[in-house]
């Protein structure tokens, strides 16, 4: 049987709920925005509040930025989505299974999440990521790099250097998952 719970205003006035709001983490404010209707309005008409709490990580979980389309997708997200991608349960990008452990590599730019199984860590998998990437866009601009959870170890971020990106175009000239690995001529160029 279903009670709909209804808040008295009156009680707690939006402005104090918008306070405490302040200080809540994005996994917090994810948890708060299912509990009630009211919750839900006051958290997508103050977006700031989510972009605040994602910049108070440490380090700070990168801005959502997409290219025109992605896969069929809108270019751009609210923050509240961007944080049910980074924060929220998912499934892998490459095999569907349930990522629901504590360890999970996210490509946010890509929208790519990669559980921890080998094969969908292992290069053919990378390849095919920034393959397709580059296939549907022209450049790499848009691929910032990947920003990994773990409630027991932190946060840990990985950006892609320009060495990564002339791999990832060798990779795509040659249709060669194997030109992911570097190799002494690709070594030293344009450390970014």
Same mark, same amino acid.
């Given at each position: 049987? =279903?009670?709909?719970?209804?808040?008295?205003?009156?009680? $707690?006035?939006?402005? $104090?709920?918008?306070? $405490?709001?302040?200080?809540?983490?994005?996994?917090?404010?994810?948890?708060?925005?299912?509990?009630?209707?009211?919750?839900?309005?006051?958290?997508?008409?103050?977006?700031?509040?989510?972009?605040?709490?994602?910049?108070?990580?440490?380090?700070?979980?990168?801005?959502?930025?997409?290219?025109?389309?992605?896969?069929?997708?809108?270019?751009? +997200?609210?923050?509240?989505?961007?944080?049910?991608?980074?924060? *929220?349960?998912?499934?892998?990008?490459?095999?569907?299974?349930?990522?629901?452990?504590? +360890?999970?590599?996210? =490509?946010?730019?890509?929208?790519?999440?990669?559980?921890?199984?080998?094969?969908?860590?292992?290069?053919?998998?990378?390849?095919?990521?920034?393959?397709?990437?580059?296939? $549907?866009?022209?450049?790499?601009?848009?691929?910032?790099?990947?920003?990994?959870?773990?409630?027991?170890?932190? +946060?840990? %971020?990985?950006?892609? %250097?320009?060495? %990564?990106?002339?791999?990832?175009?060798?990779?795509?000239?040659?249709?060669?998952?194997?030109?992911?690995?570097?190799?002494?001529?690709?070594? *030293?160029?344009?450390? *970014?």
């Amino acid at each position: 049987m =279903y009670f709909p719970v209804t808040y008295n205003r009156e009680v $707690i006035p939006p402005e $104090i709920v918008l306070n $405490i709001l302040l200080h809540a983490s994005p996994l917090d404010l994810l948890r708060v925005q299912i509990t009630s209707r009211y919750f839900r309005d006051i958290l997508e008409a103050n977006q700031h509040l989510w972009r605040l709490a994602r910049k108070s990580l440490n380090p700070p979980v990168p801005d959502p930025v997409l290219p025109k389309e992605m896969y069929g997708r809108q270019a751009n +997200w609210s923050e509240s989505a961007y944080a049910n991608h980074v924060f *929220g349960r998912s499934n892998c990008s490459f095999c569907g299974d349930s990522v629901d452990h504590l +360890w999970v590599r996210s =490509y946010y730019s890509l929208r790519q999440i990669v559980c921890i199984k080998g094969e969908c860590r292992s290069a053919k998998h990378r390849y095919r990521v920034i393959h397709s990437a580059l296939r $549907i866009h022209d450049g790499l601009h848009f691929v910032q790099g990947s920003h990994s959870a773990s409630e027991a170890e932190g +946060w840990s %971020t990985v950006v892609y %250097t320009s060495a %990564t990106v002339l791999l990832a175009v060798r990779a795509r000239r040659n249709r060669d998952p194997s030109a992911l690995q570097p190799n002494a001529d690709s070594e *030293g160029q344009g450390r *970014g």
